[in-house]
């Protein structure tokens, strides 16, 4: 008689389970269409053998939105560059009915840093696709990727990768030289200015905060330098577009990461604003304790950590991206990642792609982590030591 009751009992249990189920799905479960989506083991993840160009990148976006239409939007940003190129985001949504946390992420503002934009790529996969980043990192929060926001300039080195180097400012100034020689290094854009041989700008000095007037920072650097910030600010055609596109969704982030590159061996960063200015800002210690959590989660593969400081340590730099997100978005949480990627690598070179792609990741969910982390988020306390889920 027990053993019957015991019996009844247990499936009471299970059947108010189901019921519970029913009546209270898990959340983001229906609304994300996770049903429809197929899961795939990590192995099983999108990854480029060889570094991803404006043609294949608008091919992956938008088969990404086909193919995904609950979850995945892509917006060509206004205007083109001046190769006519659009500045492409992709906007992941677990749940378009319930307002989360926005996290954006800008790549290849610099027209060396090649890998980013796989490492971007590969991140959205993931998200979408991998049951280990799904829970909590799809599910969670809203995400905004700008894989490639420096087409032209990317395109334009990617295109010399074979060619004999010279000093950038001699085959800035030599015209001559420029048919059967690449610059050491290009770091701007291609747009060109009435009236100067020289030419392009670099759009992280082309954002109207402290736009070469302020007291730290003054002197517009010569148009044939590869940190020539423009005539004005916005005046490059990038400029304009990503301008545009965080004013539209600014509201809906709250935390922004720029993954650049570092080009020197073991000099790899992760760092926050200001960047024209020596003084902290506000929040200086959420944003230190974040950064050093990031480094200690994303431990570089010789055992080294990356460095964590304000921009500013590496020099006084006016009109960068950081800062507009910063001081006219409103961003709280700002942070420039910078593993070690070579100049003009091998475009087939996979081990090194790989290797960057992996750094960029780890980096940027590490410091996603170290944010939860401090705000206590999805943390419980178990006789008196908090376990993170």
Known sequence: MLLKIEACMILLLYLTGILFMLLFPPRNFIQSGAKLRSVRSVGGSRKFSHFVDQKILEGVTDRMAVENLETVRTVRLKPP???NNSIIAIELQSDAQTKKPGILIIGALNAMAWGATNAILELADKLLFDANYQTPFFNDYD??????????????TRNMQSLRPIDSAVWSRNVTARNQTRPSHWYKNTEEEHGHKCFGININRNFAFHWQDTDDVRKLPDVCSQTYSGKRPFSSAESQAIRSYLHTIGDEIDMAILLHASFIPKKEYIMYPWRFALRLPSNYKTLQAIGEYAATQSRLPDGRLYEVHQESNEGLVAGCLTDYLAGVIGTDLVF?????????????????LELFVKKSISAILSLVRGW???TKQNTLSFFGRNVEF
């Open 336 to 352: 420039v990642i910078k593993p070690y990627h070579p100049k003009y690598p091998n475009i087939t070179d996979a081990d090194t």
């Open 81 to 83: 560059t001046a190769a």
């Open 372 to 374: 939860r982390s401090s």
């Open 143 to 156: 995400w905004y990727f700008v894989p490639l926001a420096n087409p032209d300039g990317v395109n334009f």
